[in-house]
Structure formats: structure tokens, C-alpha cells
């Protein structure tokens, strides 16, 4: 298995819900990425989890809460979203913390704050 | 703070031209540089990686070079495909120096049309 798995695809989501988004991987990675993208922009990298522990948060609001259950999935809990936290979310992950040998991408979850 | 930058923008050319997409990077101090493919509204494709102590990496049609003394990469695009048409971004790679875990850096892209 060479995939990193995102659901949902699609997420629509008023400001008051509270949602959550999964990532998952079986490749045997040490460390996992969110990065977030707007429309025409480049991914912005939000959290990094090495060996299952938070290592760089990106000053990322505190309705967005990354969770790292085991070394296989991670999660990222949201609440009282803003119609601008709208975007493309992407996960990664690397085989180890240095990302020597790359990154692997998810296909993203598309999501809609209204 | 690192800075990457690519060059064009966007770029429309007829099928079968071989084309040069650019990226530049103004820390040097970086442990590998990859190249992605973006659909629209999907998520990233990676397409090479090249590791710091590289000049070069070829796959397919494409071939990447890294010059980290000048802060720059190429992607090279041979006989091009309408299917090639994406956006195509570079990252770089950088230690985040405290606390584990790398960062990765994006260029702002270069929007690709092959047209037939």
C-alpha cells in the first residue's frame, strides 16, 4: 500500500458543527503532515506529528486540533470553523522526520464552511 | 525564511513542444527538493525527488535538476501531452531544527495547458 487515504472528499459544515477529518497510511511512515490550500495557492503547512508526537504547529488557530492516535492515522478535529477556514486539506506523510525520501500526498478533503 | 518562487506563472504551448519550468529558493540549506502535479481540485502527485547531494533525477518525460548553490531547479518537459496540462509545484525540503519533524516549503506553481 503506497496511499495516503483521506475521507470524507467532500465536507460541508456550518459554523457551529463540530467535524472531523481522517487521514490514514500503512506504509510504515514516522510522520504525518496537515497542510492547508486556498484557491490558485500553494499548501500551507498547518501541523507535523514525528513518531506520533505534535512537533511543529504553525500558530494554527485553536478551533483546528490535530490528533495522532497511532502511527498509522491522524486526525484533525474542527470546531466553531469560519467561512474563511473554507479550503482544500491535504495530508502527507514521510518515512521518517526529515522527509529524506519524500513526501506522500492524499487526494485532500474539499471543505465548505457556511 | 525561506522563499521559493516559480517562474512562469502559467504557460500554454501545443502538444509535442518540450518545455522548462522553474524554481528558485533562497536558503540553500535544504535536505531535498521535490516536484508535484496538481489537477484541479485534487490532491499532489509526486513526480521526482532529488536529495540535496544531486544534481538530477529523470522519470519518464521528465527530468529534474537541482544547482543548490544557486538556489535553483528546472523541470524538464519532453514531447509534451494535453495530458501533461496541471499545475505544477516544486517544494524544498528544510530541517525544522527544533523538536523533530521536517518542513516543506511550496513555490507558488506554474499552471500548465498542452493544447492539442
Known sequence: ?114 | KQEVTQIPAALSVPEGENLVLNCSFTDSAIYNLQWFRQDPGKGLTSLLLIQSSQREQTSGRLNASLDKSSGRSTLYIAASQPGDSATYLCAVGLNALTGGGNKLTFGTGTQLKVEL
Not at chain 1, 470524507?8 to 510504515?28: A, D, F, I, R, Y
Not at chain 1, 490558485?40 to 506529528?49: I, N, T, W
Not at chain 1, 506523510?93 to 526529515?98: F, M
Open chain 1, 1 to 114: 500500500d503506497t496511499e495516503v487515504t483521506q475521507t470524507p472528499k467532500h465536507l460541508v459544515m456550518g459554523m457551529t458543527n463540530k467535524k472531523s477529518l481522517k487521514c490514514e497510511q500503512h506504509m510504515g511512515h514516522r510522520a504525518m503532515y496537515w497542510y492547508k490550500q486556498k484557491a490558485k495557492k500553494p499548501p500551507e503547512l498547518m501541523f507535523v506529528y514525528s513518531y506520533e508526537k505534535l512537533s511543529i504547529n504553525e500558530s494554527v488557530p485553536s478551533r483546528f486540533s490535530p490528533e495522532c492516535p497511532n502511527s498509522s492515522l491522524l486526525n484533525l478535529h474542527l470546531h466553531a470553523l469560519q467561512p474563511e477556514d473554507s479550503a482544500l486539506y491535504l495530508c502527507a506523510s514521510s518515512q521518517e522526520d526529515r522527509g529524506i525520501y519524500g513526501y506522500t500526498f492524499g487526494s485532500g478533503t474539499r471543505l465548505t464552511v457556511v
